[in-house]
Protein backbone atom coordinates (compact mmCIF):
# COMPACT_ATOMS: atom_id res chain seq x y z
CA UNK A 1 0.00 0.00 0.00
CA UNK A 2 1.47 3.20 -1.03
CA UNK A 3 0.89 5.84 1.49
CA UNK A 4 1.68 8.99 -0.64
CA UNK A 5 1.83 8.54 -4.44
CA UNK A 6 2.28 11.18 -7.11
CA UNK A 7 1.30 10.96 -10.80
CA UNK A 8 3.09 11.03 -13.60
CA UNK A 9 6.55 9.83 -12.30
CA UNK A 10 7.63 11.97 -14.83
CA UNK A 11 6.64 14.59 -17.35
CA UNK A 12 8.15 16.19 -20.24
CA UNK A 13 6.60 19.21 -21.70
CA UNK A 14 7.24 22.29 -23.25
CA UNK A 15 7.24 25.83 -22.62
CA UNK A 16 4.39 27.62 -22.13
CA UNK A 17 2.39 24.48 -21.77
CA UNK A 18 -0.16 23.72 -18.50
CA UNK A 19 0.13 20.88 -16.63
CA UNK A 20 -0.94 19.39 -13.39
CA UNK A 21 0.47 17.04 -10.95
CA UNK A 22 -1.49 15.08 -8.93
CA UNK A 23 -1.46 13.86 -5.18
CA UNK A 24 -3.19 11.52 -2.73
CA UNK A 25 -2.54 10.10 0.63
CA UNK A 26 -3.79 7.02 2.09
CA UNK A 27 -2.71 7.80 5.78
CA UNK A 28 -5.89 10.02 7.57
CA UNK A 29 -3.88 12.89 7.53
CA UNK A 30 -4.71 16.66 7.63
CA UNK A 31 -2.21 18.70 6.58
CA UNK A 32 -0.57 18.20 2.83
CA UNK A 33 2.59 19.80 1.39
CA UNK A 34 4.05 20.25 -2.18
CA UNK A 35 7.98 20.64 -1.89
CA UNK A 36 10.23 21.44 -4.88
CA UNK A 37 13.85 20.05 -6.00
CA UNK A 38 16.13 21.20 -7.84
CA UNK A 39 19.11 21.13 -10.32
CA UNK A 40 21.32 21.86 -6.58
CA UNK A 41 18.89 19.50 -4.70
CA UNK A 42 17.98 21.73 -2.12
CA UNK A 43 14.65 21.13 -0.86
CA UNK A 44 12.07 24.02 -0.11
CA UNK A 45 8.23 23.77 0.93
CA UNK A 46 5.91 25.48 -1.61
CA UNK A 47 2.60 25.16 -0.30
CA UNK A 48 0.95 23.59 2.63
CA UNK A 49 -3.06 22.86 3.43
CA UNK A 50 -4.74 21.96 6.26
CA UNK A 51 -8.06 20.18 6.27
CA UNK A 52 -8.48 21.61 2.46
CA UNK A 53 -7.46 25.14 3.02
CA UNK A 54 -4.20 26.54 2.59
CA UNK A 55 -1.85 27.50 5.24
CA UNK A 56 1.72 28.10 4.04
CA UNK A 57 2.33 29.86 0.34
CA UNK A 58 6.33 30.33 0.25
CA UNK A 59 6.29 32.98 -2.25
CA UNK A 60 5.50 30.75 -5.28
CA UNK A 61 4.29 32.78 -8.76
CA UNK A 62 1.04 32.64 -9.18
CA UNK A 63 1.74 30.12 -12.18
CA UNK A 64 1.23 27.65 -9.70
CA UNK A 65 -1.85 26.66 -8.11
CA UNK A 66 -2.41 24.13 -5.65
CA UNK A 67 -6.06 22.43 -5.54
CA UNK A 68 -7.30 20.65 -2.67
CA UNK A 69 -10.77 18.72 -3.72
CA UNK A 70 -10.64 16.88 0.09
CA UNK A 71 -7.89 16.18 2.58
CA UNK A 72 -6.49 13.50 0.44
CA UNK A 73 -5.69 14.87 -2.28
CA UNK A 74 -3.13 17.93 -3.51
CA UNK A 75 -2.81 18.38 -6.86
CA UNK A 76 -0.50 20.78 -8.08
CA UNK A 77 -1.09 22.80 -11.20
CA UNK A 78 1.19 25.02 -13.24
CA UNK A 79 0.41 27.25 -15.89
CA UNK A 80 2.46 28.73 -18.66
CA UNK A 81 5.77 26.48 -17.78
CA UNK A 82 9.34 28.09 -18.17
CA UNK A 83 12.25 26.67 -18.15
CA UNK A 84 13.14 27.06 -14.39
CA UNK A 85 10.24 24.89 -13.36
CA UNK A 86 11.78 21.82 -14.59
CA UNK A 87 12.94 20.27 -10.90
CA UNK A 88 11.43 17.17 -8.98
CA UNK A 89 8.59 18.04 -7.12
CA UNK A 90 7.72 16.13 -4.04
CA UNK A 91 3.98 15.63 -2.24
CA UNK A 92 4.01 14.83 1.62
CA UNK A 93 1.97 15.18 4.16
CA UNK A 94 1.10 14.48 7.75
CA UNK A 95 -0.52 15.07 10.97
CA UNK A 96 -2.05 18.79 11.81
CA UNK A 97 -0.07 19.78 15.06
CA UNK A 98 -1.59 18.02 18.06
CA UNK A 99 -3.27 15.34 16.18
CA UNK A 100 -0.83 12.62 16.05
CA UNK A 101 2.53 11.86 15.17
CA UNK A 102 4.48 15.04 13.75
CA UNK A 103 6.83 13.42 11.16
CA UNK A 104 5.57 13.93 7.55
CA UNK A 105 5.52 11.37 4.64
CA UNK A 106 6.63 11.60 1.02
CA UNK A 107 5.81 10.73 -2.26
CA UNK A 108 8.11 9.84 -4.60
CA UNK A 109 8.52 12.40 -6.49
CA UNK A 110 7.17 13.63 -9.74
CA UNK A 111 10.52 14.78 -12.48
CA UNK A 112 9.08 17.07 -14.64
CA UNK A 113 11.24 18.62 -17.47
CA UNK A 114 10.13 21.70 -19.47
CA UNK A 115 12.25 21.85 -23.17
CA UNK B 1 12.54 28.25 12.66
CA UNK B 2 16.14 27.33 13.48
CA UNK B 3 18.86 27.05 11.06
CA UNK B 4 21.00 23.44 11.01
CA UNK B 5 24.38 23.17 9.96
CA UNK B 6 25.93 19.71 9.08
CA UNK B 7 29.27 18.57 7.22
CA UNK B 8 28.87 18.55 3.22
CA UNK B 9 29.75 14.59 3.53
CA UNK B 10 31.16 11.92 5.52
CA UNK B 11 32.25 8.01 4.86
CA UNK B 12 31.50 5.32 6.63
CA UNK B 13 33.18 1.68 6.68
CA UNK B 14 30.34 -0.89 6.27
CA UNK B 15 29.27 -2.83 9.70
CA UNK B 16 30.59 0.32 11.50
CA UNK B 17 28.47 3.05 13.45
CA UNK B 18 27.91 6.03 11.16
CA UNK B 19 27.72 9.21 13.32
CA UNK B 20 26.17 12.45 11.98
CA UNK B 21 26.37 15.09 13.66
CA UNK B 22 23.67 18.64 13.20
CA UNK B 23 24.32 21.94 14.97
CA UNK B 24 21.19 23.89 15.70
CA UNK B 25 22.62 26.50 18.04
CA UNK B 26 19.61 28.84 17.91
CA UNK B 27 17.21 26.31 18.87
CA UNK B 28 14.33 27.15 20.78
CA UNK B 29 12.82 25.39 23.67
CA UNK B 30 9.60 24.41 21.33
CA UNK B 31 11.08 23.35 18.27
CA UNK B 32 11.72 19.73 17.75
CA UNK B 33 15.11 17.97 16.68
CA UNK B 34 13.98 15.63 13.21
CA UNK B 35 15.98 13.81 10.97
CA UNK B 36 15.08 12.61 7.11
CA UNK B 37 16.98 10.83 4.79
CA UNK B 38 16.70 10.37 1.00
CA UNK B 39 18.05 7.84 -1.66
CA UNK B 40 19.72 9.00 -4.51
CA UNK B 41 16.29 10.57 -5.59
CA UNK B 42 13.30 9.15 -4.06
CA UNK B 43 11.07 11.25 -1.72
CA UNK B 44 12.73 12.24 1.64
CA UNK B 45 11.97 9.31 5.04
CA UNK B 46 11.78 9.83 8.03
CA UNK B 47 13.66 8.16 10.35
CA UNK B 48 13.59 10.16 13.72
CA UNK B 49 13.21 12.99 16.25
CA UNK B 50 12.91 14.23 19.63
CA UNK B 51 13.05 17.38 21.65
CA UNK B 52 15.24 17.26 24.46
CA UNK B 53 15.62 13.71 25.43
CA UNK B 54 17.62 10.81 23.54
CA UNK B 55 15.53 8.54 21.45
CA UNK B 56 16.05 5.42 19.99
CA UNK B 57 14.10 3.55 17.00
CA UNK B 58 14.69 0.43 14.72
CA UNK B 59 16.36 2.52 12.49
CA UNK B 60 18.72 4.74 14.47
CA UNK B 61 19.64 7.02 18.15
CA UNK B 62 19.28 10.60 18.49
CA UNK B 63 21.83 12.04 20.92
CA UNK B 64 20.77 15.65 21.99
CA UNK B 65 22.95 17.37 23.63
CA UNK B 66 22.00 19.15 27.23
CA UNK B 67 22.59 22.58 25.91
CA UNK B 68 20.19 21.32 22.84
CA UNK B 69 22.48 23.28 20.64
CA UNK B 70 23.47 20.20 18.57
CA UNK B 71 22.91 16.86 18.20
CA UNK B 72 23.96 13.16 16.61
CA UNK B 73 22.16 11.01 14.42
CA UNK B 74 24.01 7.74 14.70
CA UNK B 75 23.72 4.17 12.53
CA UNK B 76 24.40 1.47 14.78
CA UNK B 77 25.57 -0.89 12.17
CA UNK B 78 25.86 1.20 8.54
CA UNK B 79 24.91 -0.78 5.46
CA UNK B 80 25.15 0.04 1.80
CA UNK B 81 21.89 1.06 1.87
CA UNK B 82 22.25 3.60 4.06
CA UNK B 83 24.31 5.38 1.53
CA UNK B 84 21.75 8.94 1.27
CA UNK B 85 22.06 12.68 2.02
CA UNK B 86 20.64 12.32 5.94
CA UNK B 87 18.92 15.80 6.62
CA UNK B 88 19.11 17.36 10.12
CA UNK B 89 15.65 19.86 10.59
CA UNK B 90 14.46 21.91 14.12
CA UNK B 91 11.08 23.21 13.45
CA UNK B 92 7.90 23.65 15.59
CA UNK B 93 4.18 23.81 14.38
CA UNK B 94 3.18 27.43 12.77
CA UNK B 95 -0.35 28.35 12.29
CA UNK B 96 -1.54 24.79 12.45
CA UNK B 97 0.97 23.40 10.34
CA UNK B 98 4.18 21.80 10.22
CA UNK B 99 7.17 23.76 7.98
CA UNK B 100 9.92 21.12 7.29
CA UNK B 101 13.03 23.43 6.35
CA UNK B 102 15.58 21.01 4.77
CA UNK B 103 19.16 22.53 4.80
CA UNK B 104 21.81 20.97 2.24
CA UNK B 105 22.41 18.26 4.18
CA UNK B 106 25.26 15.69 5.01
CA UNK B 107 25.97 13.20 2.07
CA UNK B 108 26.72 9.91 3.59
CA UNK B 109 28.77 7.32 1.57
CA UNK B 110 28.47 4.05 3.22
CA UNK B 111 31.96 1.97 1.94
CA UNK B 112 32.10 -1.79 0.90
Known amino acids: DTAVSQTPKYLVTQMGNDKSIKCEQN?????MYWYKQDSKKFLKIMFS???????INETVPNRFSPKSPDKAHLNLHINSLELGDSAVYFCASSHAPGQGDTEAFFGQGTRLTVV | DAKTTQPTSMDCAEGRAANLPCNHS???????VYWYRQIHSQGPQYIIHGLKNNETNEMASLIITEDRKSSTLILPHATLRDTAVYYC?????????????FGTGTRLKVLA
Open chain 1, 49 to 55: YNNKELI
Open chain 2, 89 to 101: IVHASTSGTYKYI
Open chain 2, 26 to 32: TISGNEY
Open chain 1, 27 to 31: LGHDT
